[in-house]
């Protein structure tokens, strides 16, 4: 069985841009909202060692919590889910956006026309 990776994608027209965007999140994160969620999931006294309440790590700025971040231009967006379909065992790729439905209508009309891995399975 395969594993599946999960990344937030933070794309736009160049990776400035792209960069600049995951910059102001950094900046601006409400990190008392961040703290208040990670404190609530420590206190679940029934989870278990593998659950989402006791993986939950927050990083000092981190606003996309324990995640992959992907973060340039819809090209190298698009070269790096190129790299991890590589990954020898990957099996899938879930995929969350900074604005969902802006980042979703991107993904399917600028970068997954330009994944040399999305060519191969169509």
Request: no cysteine; charged share 20%; net charge negative.
């Amino acid at each position: 069985m395969g594993a599946l990776s999960l990344f937030m994608v933070i794309a736009d027209e160049t990776d400035e841009a792209a960069q600049a965007t995951w910059q102001d999140y950094h900046d601006n994160a409400d990190l008392a909202a961040l703290a208040y969620m990670t404190g609530e999931s420590a206190s679940d006294t029934t989870a278990d060692d593998t659950s989402t309440a006791r993986t939950i790590v927050l990083p000092e700025g981190a606003v996309n919590l324990n995640m992959g971040t992907l973060v340039g231009s819809y090209e190298t967006v698009a070269k790096m889910l190129d790299e991890v379909a590589e990954v020898e065992g990957t099996k899938g790729i879930m995929l969350v956006f900074d604005d969902f439905l802006v980042g979703l209508e991107n993904f399917g009309t600028r970068i997954q026309p330009l994944m040399k891995s999305r060519s191969l399975s169509r």
